[in-house]
T-cell receptor, first 114, second 116 residues
Framework: AQSVTQLGSHVSVSEGALVLLRCNYS??????LFWYVQYPNQGLQLLLK??????LVKGINGFEAEFKKSETSFHLTKPSAHMSDAAEYFC????????????FGTGTRLTVIP | GAGVSQSPRYKVAKRGQDVALRCDPI?????LFWYQQALGQGPEFLTY????????KSGLPSDRFFAERPEGSVSTLKIQRTQQEDSAVYLC??????????????FGEGSRLTVL
Protein backbone atom coordinates (compact mmCIF):
# COMPACT_ATOMS: atom_id res chain seq x y z
CA ALA A 1 0.00 0.00 0.00
CA GLN A 2 1.11 3.55 -0.67
CA SER A 3 0.54 6.73 1.36
CA VAL A 4 1.97 10.20 1.77
CA THR A 5 2.29 12.49 4.78
CA GLN A 6 2.86 16.19 4.31
CA LEU A 7 4.02 17.92 7.47
CA GLY A 8 2.54 21.36 7.84
CA SER A 9 -0.71 22.30 6.16
CA HIS A 10 0.42 25.93 5.99
CA VAL A 11 3.91 27.31 5.46
CA SER A 12 4.82 31.00 5.33
CA VAL A 13 8.13 32.32 4.07
CA SER A 14 9.47 35.75 3.24
CA GLU A 15 10.15 36.66 -0.34
CA GLY A 16 13.71 35.58 -1.14
CA ALA A 17 13.87 33.03 1.66
CA LEU A 18 14.34 29.28 1.32
CA VAL A 19 11.23 27.22 0.66
CA LEU A 20 11.09 23.76 2.25
CA LEU A 21 7.96 21.65 2.00
CA ARG A 22 8.13 18.25 3.65
CA CYS A 23 6.85 14.96 2.31
CA ASN A 24 7.28 11.47 3.71
CA TYR A 25 5.96 8.43 1.95
CA SER A 26 5.12 4.82 2.64
CA UNK A 27 5.28 2.27 -0.12
CA UNK A 28 5.44 -1.50 -0.32
CA UNK A 29 7.15 -1.31 -3.71
CA UNK A 30 9.81 1.02 -5.14
CA UNK A 31 7.87 4.26 -5.39
CA UNK A 32 7.42 6.83 -8.05
CA LEU A 33 7.12 10.24 -6.37
CA PHE A 34 5.59 13.48 -7.59
CA TRP A 35 5.04 17.07 -6.56
CA TYR A 36 2.06 18.89 -8.02
CA VAL A 37 1.16 22.55 -7.59
CA GLN A 38 -2.29 24.12 -7.66
CA TYR A 39 -2.59 27.83 -8.23
CA PRO A 40 -5.90 29.51 -7.35
CA ASN A 41 -8.69 28.59 -9.75
CA GLN A 42 -6.41 26.35 -11.78
CA GLY A 43 -5.93 22.61 -12.14
CA LEU A 44 -3.06 20.74 -10.56
CA GLN A 45 0.12 20.80 -12.62
CA LEU A 46 3.23 18.68 -12.33
CA LEU A 47 6.26 20.36 -10.73
CA LEU A 48 8.62 17.40 -10.83
CA LYS A 49 8.79 13.64 -10.50
CA UNK A 50 11.14 10.90 -9.43
CA UNK A 51 10.94 7.50 -11.07
CA UNK A 52 14.40 5.94 -11.17
CA UNK A 53 18.00 7.11 -11.48
CA UNK A 54 19.30 10.37 -10.06
CA UNK A 55 17.80 11.04 -6.66
CA LEU A 56 17.92 14.83 -6.99
CA VAL A 57 15.32 15.95 -9.46
CA LYS A 58 14.80 19.41 -10.82
CA GLY A 59 11.45 20.78 -11.82
CA ILE A 60 9.88 23.89 -13.16
CA ASN A 61 10.14 27.35 -11.62
CA GLY A 62 13.40 26.58 -9.80
CA PHE A 63 12.01 23.83 -7.56
CA GLU A 64 13.85 20.61 -6.81
CA ALA A 65 13.36 17.58 -4.62
CA GLU A 66 15.58 14.82 -3.36
CA PHE A 67 14.51 11.20 -2.97
CA LYS A 68 15.98 9.77 0.24
CA LYS A 69 15.11 6.12 0.55
CA SER A 70 16.63 5.75 4.01
CA GLU A 71 14.42 8.54 5.31
CA THR A 72 11.41 7.71 3.08
CA SER A 73 11.32 11.39 2.20
CA PHE A 74 10.88 13.53 -0.89
CA HIS A 75 11.07 17.10 0.37
CA LEU A 76 10.54 20.01 -2.03
CA THR A 77 12.89 22.98 -1.94
CA LYS A 78 13.52 26.26 -3.69
CA PRO A 79 16.45 28.50 -2.72
CA SER A 80 14.61 31.81 -3.03
CA ALA A 81 10.85 32.24 -2.78
CA HIS A 82 8.99 34.46 -5.20
CA MET A 83 5.57 35.96 -4.72
CA SER A 84 4.31 33.89 -7.64
CA ASP A 85 5.13 30.68 -5.71
CA ALA A 86 2.12 31.18 -3.45
CA ALA A 87 -0.06 28.15 -4.08
CA GLU A 88 -1.04 24.75 -2.71
CA TYR A 89 1.49 21.97 -3.13
CA PHE A 90 0.68 18.28 -3.15
CA CYS A 91 3.08 15.38 -2.80
CA UNK A 92 1.99 12.11 -4.36
CA UNK A 93 3.21 8.53 -4.66
CA UNK A 94 2.34 5.76 -7.06
CA UNK A 95 3.13 2.09 -6.95
CA UNK A 96 5.65 2.13 -9.77
CA UNK A 97 5.40 0.85 -13.31
CA UNK A 98 1.86 0.06 -14.35
CA UNK A 99 0.29 1.54 -11.26
CA UNK A 100 -3.10 3.00 -12.00
CA UNK A 101 -3.37 5.77 -9.52
CA UNK A 102 -1.60 8.36 -7.44
CA UNK A 103 -1.97 8.65 -3.68
CA PHE A 104 -1.89 12.32 -2.69
CA GLY A 105 -1.03 14.01 0.56
CA THR A 106 -3.37 16.54 2.13
CA GLY A 107 -1.43 19.46 0.69
CA THR A 108 0.62 22.37 1.98
CA ARG A 109 -0.48 25.92 1.35
CA LEU A 110 2.52 28.18 0.77
CA THR A 111 2.23 31.86 1.57
CA VAL A 112 5.00 34.25 0.49
CA ILE A 113 5.31 37.41 2.54
CA PRO A 114 6.62 40.49 0.72
CA GLY B 1 -8.94 22.44 -26.57
CA ALA B 2 -5.45 22.83 -25.22
CA GLY B 3 -6.16 21.43 -21.78
CA VAL B 4 -8.54 19.20 -19.86
CA SER B 5 -11.98 20.74 -19.75
CA GLN B 6 -14.58 19.95 -17.10
CA SER B 7 -18.21 20.98 -16.87
CA PRO B 8 -20.08 22.21 -15.04
CA ARG B 9 -17.57 24.11 -12.92
CA TYR B 10 -20.11 24.41 -10.14
CA LYS B 11 -23.16 22.28 -9.40
CA VAL B 12 -25.63 22.56 -6.55
CA ALA B 13 -27.89 19.58 -6.08
CA LYS B 14 -30.61 18.72 -3.62
CA ARG B 15 -30.08 15.53 -1.68
CA GLY B 16 -31.43 12.64 -3.69
CA GLN B 17 -30.91 14.20 -7.11
CA ASP B 18 -28.76 12.63 -9.80
CA VAL B 19 -25.83 14.59 -11.24
CA ALA B 20 -23.57 14.13 -14.25
CA LEU B 21 -20.12 15.64 -14.53
CA ARG B 22 -18.33 15.83 -17.85
CA CYS B 23 -14.64 15.63 -18.67
CA ASP B 24 -13.12 16.44 -22.05
CA PRO B 25 -9.50 15.26 -21.95
CA ILE B 26 -6.61 16.47 -24.04
CA UNK B 27 -7.06 15.19 -27.57
CA UNK B 28 -5.31 11.87 -28.12
CA UNK B 29 -4.72 11.13 -24.45
CA UNK B 30 -5.20 7.46 -23.80
CA UNK B 31 -5.49 7.47 -20.03
CA LEU B 32 -8.19 9.25 -18.06
CA PHE B 33 -8.61 9.47 -14.30
CA TRP B 34 -11.28 10.76 -11.94
CA TYR B 35 -10.39 11.99 -8.46
CA GLN B 36 -12.49 13.31 -5.59
CA GLN B 37 -11.13 16.14 -3.46
CA ALA B 38 -12.95 16.92 -0.24
CA LEU B 39 -12.43 20.25 1.49
CA GLY B 40 -8.98 20.42 3.06
CA GLN B 41 -7.93 17.05 1.67
CA GLY B 42 -5.81 15.84 -1.17
CA PRO B 43 -7.34 14.28 -4.26
CA GLU B 44 -8.48 10.68 -3.84
CA PHE B 45 -8.56 8.24 -6.73
CA LEU B 46 -11.94 7.14 -8.02
CA THR B 47 -11.45 5.38 -11.34
CA TYR B 48 -9.16 4.94 -14.37
CA UNK B 49 -9.84 4.44 -18.06
CA UNK B 50 -7.49 3.34 -20.78
CA UNK B 51 -9.25 4.36 -23.96
CA UNK B 52 -12.84 3.18 -23.48
CA UNK B 53 -11.96 0.42 -21.04
CA UNK B 54 -12.49 1.08 -17.35
CA UNK B 55 -9.49 -0.76 -15.94
CA UNK B 56 -9.78 0.27 -12.32
CA LYS B 57 -12.82 1.42 -10.40
CA SER B 58 -11.60 0.47 -6.98
CA GLY B 59 -11.92 4.02 -5.64
CA LEU B 60 -15.60 4.53 -6.37
CA PRO B 61 -17.14 4.93 -2.90
CA SER B 62 -20.46 3.25 -3.58
CA ASP B 63 -22.64 1.81 -6.32
CA ARG B 64 -24.22 5.26 -6.64
CA PHE B 65 -21.10 6.34 -8.52
CA PHE B 66 -20.74 5.37 -12.14
CA ALA B 67 -18.27 6.49 -14.80
CA GLU B 68 -18.10 5.87 -18.51
CA ARG B 69 -15.97 6.76 -21.50
CA PRO B 70 -17.82 5.09 -24.37
CA GLU B 71 -15.72 6.33 -27.29
CA GLY B 72 -12.42 6.65 -25.54
CA SER B 73 -12.45 10.43 -25.33
CA VAL B 74 -15.09 12.33 -23.32
CA SER B 75 -15.93 10.83 -19.94
CA THR B 76 -18.91 11.29 -17.66
CA LEU B 77 -19.03 10.70 -13.92
CA LYS B 78 -22.56 10.10 -12.72
CA ILE B 79 -23.67 10.20 -9.12
CA GLN B 80 -27.11 8.88 -8.34
CA ARG B 81 -29.23 9.86 -5.33
CA THR B 82 -26.66 12.37 -4.13
CA GLN B 83 -25.88 12.60 -0.43
CA GLN B 84 -24.32 15.45 1.52
CA GLU B 85 -21.10 13.50 1.89
CA ASP B 86 -20.73 13.59 -1.90
CA SER B 87 -20.00 17.33 -1.69
CA ALA B 88 -16.48 17.75 -3.06
CA VAL B 89 -14.49 18.88 -6.04
CA TYR B 90 -14.32 16.21 -8.73
CA LEU B 91 -11.12 16.32 -10.72
CA CYS B 92 -10.48 14.78 -14.08
CA UNK B 93 -6.98 14.13 -15.38
CA UNK B 94 -5.60 12.69 -18.59
CA UNK B 95 -2.27 11.29 -19.68
CA UNK B 96 -0.77 10.47 -23.04
CA UNK B 97 0.73 7.16 -21.97
CA UNK B 98 -0.71 3.83 -21.02
CA UNK B 99 1.45 3.36 -17.96
CA UNK B 100 -1.30 4.44 -15.63
CA UNK B 101 -0.21 7.00 -13.09
CA UNK B 102 3.52 6.82 -13.74
CA UNK B 103 3.40 9.47 -16.39
CA UNK B 104 2.51 13.12 -16.08
CA UNK B 105 -1.16 13.77 -15.41
CA UNK B 106 -2.85 16.87 -16.80
CA PHE B 107 -5.68 18.00 -14.56
CA GLY B 108 -8.80 19.97 -15.28
CA GLU B 109 -9.98 22.75 -13.00
CA GLY B 110 -12.54 20.48 -11.41
CA SER B 111 -16.28 20.42 -10.88
CA ARG B 112 -17.36 21.60 -7.44
CA LEU B 113 -20.44 19.71 -6.27
CA THR B 114 -22.47 20.96 -3.33
CA VAL B 115 -25.28 18.77 -2.08
CA LEU B 116 -27.85 20.51 0.09
Amino acid sequence: AQSVTQLGSHVSVSEGALVLLRCNYSSSVPPYLFWYVQYPNQGLQLLLKYTTGATLVKGINGFEAEFKKSETSFHLTKPSAHMSDAAEYFCAVSGGTGANNLFFGTGTRLTVIP
Amino acid sequence: GAGVSQSPRYKVAKRGQDVALRCDPISGHVSLFWYQQALGQGPEFLTYFQNEAQLDKSGLPSDRFFAERPEGSVSTLKIQRTQQEDSAVYLCASSSGVAGATGELFFGEGSRLTVL
